[in-house]
């Protein structure tokens, strides 16, 4: 038996033409029968580390039977000049999410994997106390499980309040130990009493994983890092998928 959760993250793969580059985390949400590739906006593109990947690659799951087998799936970033993805913004400038939307009908008919939708957002009037535990899903240093393709889970916890944008930015914090590689990963806490809108997947997505935070002031030689990370909220998925989107990538 897999948990269901471990299906809905994807690994990444960034390449500017024949070029690998990087590699990230990434997971599905599902919306109105649309599907999205969901991950950090700094993926997609990132101006400071002249990172300018022209696709993407994602491993899919293709055998119900045997989860060993996978296939990659290539996703352009552009067309026609014209990126493919969309990412994030609010009041306090861009937010580090992006998602682009897939073509079902290019993916192999048997691919296996679970989506996210609007129903396993936060809900006004659920509890999400201070210290909560919740899990980090992804593929750190792109360590995984080579066998069977699948994510690793980081426990961490709320390290801020929730609900509140911390310093003014459209982000929590989490406590974790978490790595390069990890950008882009679903921020969960498992629901307490899951019902039928739920479906197998009882979770509910708080946040996208962004990246670490640290002290310029730290004395490396004295003082450990921090340990915390910025998580977005994943409310903004609700407005990335509403807006008008491109053709899907295929």
Not at 37 to 66: A, C, F, G
Not at 149 to 177: C, I, K
Request: proline share 7%; charged share 20%.
């Amino acid at each position: 038996m897999i948990d269901t959760l471990l299906l809905t993250a994807a690994k990444i793969f960034t390449f500017d033409g024949g070029k690998p580059l990087t590699n990230a985390s990434g997971f599905f949400f599902a919306r109105d029968g649309r599907l999205h590739l969901v991950t950090s906006r700094h993926v997609m593109i990132d101006e400071p580390s002249k990172h300018y990947p022209d696709r993407i690659q994602v491993e899919l799951h293709v055998d119900p039977d045997n989860i060993a087998r996978s296939t990659g799936f290539g996703i352009p970033l552009y067309r026609d000049g014209k990126s493919l993805w969309v990412q994030g913004r609010d009041a306090a400038g861009e937010i580090d999410v992006a998602l682009i939307e897939l073509d079902r009908s290019a993916m192999p008919a048997s691919t296996v994997y679970r989506a996210f939708t609007p129903e396993h957002l936060y809900r006004p009037g659920s509890r999400v106390e201070i210290g909560s535990p919740l899990l980090v899903l992804g593929f750190p240093l792109g360590f995984h499980d080579t066998l069977h393709h699948l994510p690793v889970a980081r426990q961490t916890g709320l390290a801020s309040s929730f609900g509140m944008r911390f310093q003014g930015e459209g982000y929590f914090l989490t406590d974790a130990r978490t790595h390069r590689g990890d950008s882009g990963a679903p921020v969960v806490m498992r629901i307490a009493e899951p019902d039928a809108v739920h479906g197998d997947l009882p979770w509910r997505l708080l946040g996208i994983h962004s990246a670490r935070l640290d002290m310029l002031t730290r004395d490396r030689s004295v003082d450990e890092a921090l340990g915390l990370n910025c998580a977005w909220y994943a409310d903004v998925l609700m407005t990335l998928t509403q807006a008008p989107r491109p053709t899907p990538a295929r």
